[in-house]
């Protein structure tokens, strides 16, 4: 298994600029997860997915928007880029909770970006 | 609203030297946890958790914690650090049960070892 992957891993962008962010997985989780890593920050939830055609916000949603058609893939996307949004973006997935059994989540290599 | 404190911004030691770092959580609710550490240029990795069961956990690399509920904490412990300890090290919460996804990460405790 490949576990997660990220593309790009860095990317610059004028701000204004629309870019996708990639992440997928190959565990047939059906959980999945976007965070942002700002220095002095940690990590801190943009936005998740119980399974595909579900999405949900987490803590710092504005200006990222997401969809999920299928179980693998969960794409980040930027609507118009700002210079706050500049960070590292991690993807992270795991199984769909049951019952008392949790999952650990797996995260990405993450992608690096500047918004100029 | 759930929160996450990790004591220490920065933590310099010296090699054999003992570790401990700080992690204190504000959740009304029984709890999952979690330390993570990233290593220079990559990404988090998970050293150990606690869902239930015996307060202590071992993770990996000599790591361990310790759960102690009456004061919502989950210290790391290494008895003896390595040059190949120097990263930052994530502590992150979550509510324990069904329906539960959201990690509520710590700021993060980058730790430097002196050879």
Excluded at chain 1, 89 to 97: E, H, N, Q
Excluded at chain 2, 16 to 28: D, H, K, P, T, V
Excluded at chain 2, 78 to 84: C, D, E, G
């Amino acid at each position: 298994n490949a576990g997660v992957t990220q593309t790009p891993k860095f990317q610059v962008l004028k701000t204004g600029q629309s870019m996708t962010l990639q992440c997928a997985q190959d565990m047939n989780h059906e959980y999945m997860s976007w965070y942002r890593q700002d220095p002095g920050m940690g990590l801190r939830l943009i936005h998740y997915s119980v399974g595909a055609g579900i999405t949900d916000q987490g803590e710092v949603p504005n200006g990222y928007n997401v969809s999920r058609s299928t179980t693998e893939d969960f794409p980040l996307r930027l609507l118009s880029a700002a210079p706050s949004q500049t960070s590292v973006y991690f993807c992270a997935s795991s199984r769909t909770i049951t019952g008392d059994f949790e999952e650990t989540q797996y995260f990405g290599p993450g992608t690096r970006l500047l918004v100029l | 609203a759930q929160s996450v404190s990790q004591h220490n911004h920065h933590v310099i030691l010296s090699e054999a030297a003992s570790l401990e770092l700080g992690c204190n959580y504000s959740y009304g609710g029984t709890v999952n946890l979690f330390w993570y550490v990233q290593y220079p240029g990559q990404h988090l990795q998970l050293l150990l958790k606690y869902f239930s069961g015996d307060p202590l956990v071992k993770g990996i690399k000599g790591f361990e914690a310790e759960f102690i509920k009456s004061k919502f904490s989950f210290n790391l412990r290494k008895p003896s650090v390595q040059w190949s300890d120097t990263a930052e090290y994530f502590c992150a919460v979550k509510l324990a049960g069904a329906g539960s996804y959201q990690l509520t990460f710590g700021k993060g405790t980058k730790l430097s070892v002196i050879p």
